[in-house]
């Protein structure tokens, strides 16, 4: 049939034969599979799913055009893009009933959840459930794109640049963070395209209850956001206004937006029936894309009954492919617990701790030496936030002369977007940079948190080991010198809750500096907590956070804690003090009264934790004082004091105790009633007595 058409006409419109006949085979596909898993609901809605009925016009029209170089962010409603870059229907069906094979996530997530990282096909690093959070990591892997190519370090292609292409519903454009992603893809210049499906649904809700414009509409209040408006059912406009966007991106590298006004045609998912509360169905169908293209190819010359032969070989693959689904082999319990964290090369400390000849150095210095050093030696290294660019430096002067060394483009200032900031880590990586952020105060980083938990912490886990996120983010931490409310958190007990990242909180400068290389070399997420009050050691009893800095090899293995003050057993009781950060000082001071008689371990890291040495210092003192600068009450040190009670009951001649700040909202402003809040050296050591005295 191709080849009788190609031979009266090469082109239909501006769309050539062979491209409209592929579209034409997909929306076969994607219709019978729509019917398919209807038909079997019984099986098919045991995981929920959503289908792309009546929006493959413009799913096809875009997944046809991008190239392996290219980027994608397909969301739920997104398997015909999947099926147009080349994802075959009996794959998508091994996620539909999360099979072993299941290519995107190994059972582990639902279906068009995709993740791919394969060479011939563009790239979809992991993403969420896709309810706009998506935007944000998407908008970092377009920053990573410039930031390859500014810097020469990006691959060339014969047919053309890489682009990011992030696809969006439409009710999701209400989310703030895609007004964070929108702001940096024009303040960039980003090459990332936009395509928002409207169908003028959320669940139950309409667009008229639910947002005061379209996307369009919305899109004009970030200057340098190009858009199109299109009707997203026919395939030739939805063609052509993609080819056009995306040759000029792949030119001019600037950021668009594509607004296609789709019918929703399916349920909303499996879950949600469209006749339990929809009135528009007759008036949905009548915008149905299939037909459009069909009645279109008939047009151009094409025979209807071989039209019906392509939708019945469609409809015949996609039941071959399910029932050969079916069959595949489900995961193995075992399953459950592969691609927590990728393997570290960072096994055991190397490197010189105290270089000879040296003077001390403060903490905050060690840290900005250490960066220093990983962006001289790795080009890919780069580091942003809020205002650790050039003309400051970080507020804590963490950063300073970073920016005049390596330049604007390396180290710059962000805006005031602590959702970005974290969440543009996952697509940094991915495109093989590796960031370094920062977030300016503990305080901040609760609208972060989202991206954290939902896209940083599940990458590697739900993408099956293809997407971990390589990245270091930098919180200044806890309370120093009448930060008040908003400046002196701690915030450690909801980070540790956060599994897939790691968590280092050193208390000493040749620890962060170590900890830091690391963290650079680990290929997973993560966290360092960098006590604000131990940056300068000036406050009384914390001097020894000042340290001879390592040498530029230095590292430190996560999960291995330092002894701090060791103390023999003997027949008097004796205890053992588990810390990190600011604790470890309070502990040091408090112990100045009990000599020989306390033993001080520092934590370093608290994912993964060296439950060895705890368990090991515990065993050789049976008695044990957990301290935290958070409250004590539903904290991690709780947890540590838990595992310590399980694991040592035999060995403990005394409750295991745990002390920390008062058990209040914030710390407050007044320097009296901070002193009240927190914990310090002498509460510390009151503690210590009762427990010796047991």
Known sequence: MASTMAAKEEMIGSVPVHTVLRAFELMCQAKAMTELYEKNASVTSKYVHATSRGHEAIQIALGLQLKPQDFLSAYYRDDSILLSIGITPYELMLQLMAKADDPFSGGRTYYSHPSLNRDNMPKIPHQSSATGMQAIPSTGVAMGIQYLEKRGLAQTHADGKGIMACSLGDGSVTEGEVAEAFQMAVLKKLPILYLVQDNEWDISATAKETRAMDAVEYAKGFKGLETRSIDGTDFMRSYQTLNEVITTMRQERRPFLVHARVPLLNHHTSGVRKEWYRGDLEEAAKRDPFPRLRNQLIIAGFNSDKLTQVEKKATETVQQDYDKALKAADPKPEDAFNYIYAPTPITEEKGIREPKGKDKTVMVDCALFAIQELMEKHPECLFYGQDVGGRLGGVFREAATLAQKFGDDRVFNTPIQ??????????????????????????????????????????????????????????????????????????????????????????????????????????????MLEHKGLYWSKIKGTEDAKTVEPDADYVIPFGKGRMVLEAEAQSEPSVAVISYGMGVYWAKNAAKKFPGKVEIIDLRTLVPLDEEMIYASVRKHNRCLVITEEPATNSFAQSIAARIQQTCFESLDAPVTVVGSENTPAVPLNSALEHTVLLNADKVSIAIEAILTY
């Open 418 to 527: 602590e959702a970005f900031i974290i969440g543009s880590t996952v697509g940094m990586s991915a495109t093989g940079c590796k960031p370094i952020v920062e977030i300016q105060f503990a305080d901040y980083i609760w609208p972060g948190l989202n991206q954290l938990f939902t896209e940083v912490s599940r990458s590697y886990y739900l993408s099956n080991g293809k997407w971990p996120v390589s990245s270091i983010m930098r919180v200044p931490i806890g309370a120093y010198g009448s930060g008040g409310p908003y400046h002196s958190s701690s915030i450690e007990s909801v980070l540790t809750n956060i599994r897939g990242i790691k968590i280092a909180y050193p208390s000493t400068g040749a620890d962060l500096k170590g900890l830091l290389k690391a963290a650079y070399y680990d290929p997973n997420p993560v966290v």
